[in-house]
T-cell receptor, first 112, second 108 residues
């Protein structure tokens, strides 16, 4: 299996621009998670889906952030408009059980 | 809410044994997981304790005491490649809260 796939791996954009991050979970996994990691705040859960349905989005920082999972093999995290404080590494993870989550390589986002 | 605290940094020599502690305060708790993350990499799963006691996986062991809201990760026969950050994580079902992370430095 190819593991969790994320794109792009690096994104540099200017403040105010829309950013879309993409994730393909491991085939057969029924849960998908979006995390953000920064030095200041550590690894934070933004939102997670179960069977393509958003279950908990309490970690989404603001209305500028939105996430979708139109099918079992694809999810997006969108930031519109982006701000410099959104600069972070964004990880997507998927799982089949409650015990183990498989993380993608991450997208390093820099907002200038 | 959830809160998991870890020491920020631990240093040990190659071949030694090191213990990384995790104390937690959670409103709901299903079990304690441990993840390893190398610089520039993604977190990778190491172990999960659903019940009190010790779980052993090769050189790594993990312990949980629910009554003390405490757990630890034990790494034996340390190798240079074990230099990484280690996170405990807990929560309700799928919703994990990650600890503050411990940076382990293994020296010769």
């Amino acid at each position: 299996d190819a593991g969790v796939i994320q794109s792009p791996r690096h994104e540099v954009t200017e403040m105010g621009q829309e950013v879309t991050l993409r994730c393909k979970p491991i085939s057969g996994h029924n849960s998908l998670f979006w995390y953000r990691q920064t030095m200041m705040r550590g690894l934070e859960l933004l939102i997670y889906f179960n069977n393509n349905v958003p279950i908990d989005d309490s970690g989404m920082p603001e209305d500028r952030f939105s996430a979708k999972m139109p099918n079992a093999s694809f999810s997006t995290l969108k930031i519109q408009p982006s701000e410099p404080r959104d600069s972070a590494v964004y990880f997507c993870a998927s799982s089949f059980t409650n015990n183990e989550q498989f993380f993608g390589p991450g997208t390093r986002l820099t907002v200038l | 809410g959830q809160s998991l605290e870890q020491p920020s940094e631990v240093t040990a020599v190659e071949g030694a044994i090191v213990q990384i502690n995790c104390t937690y305060q959670t409103s709901g708790f299903y079990g304690l997981s441990w993840y390893q993350q190398h610089d520039g990499g993604a977190p990778t799963f190491l172990s999960y304790n659903a019940l009190d006691g010790l779980e052993e996986t090769g050189r790594f062991s993990s312990f949980l005491s629910r009554s003390d809201s405490y757990g630890y990760l034990l790494l034996q026969e340390l190798q240079m490649k074990d230099s990484a950050s280690y996170f405990c994580a807990g929560g309700e079902g799928n919703k994990l809260t990650f600890g503050t992370g411990t940076q382990l430095k293994v020296e010769l």
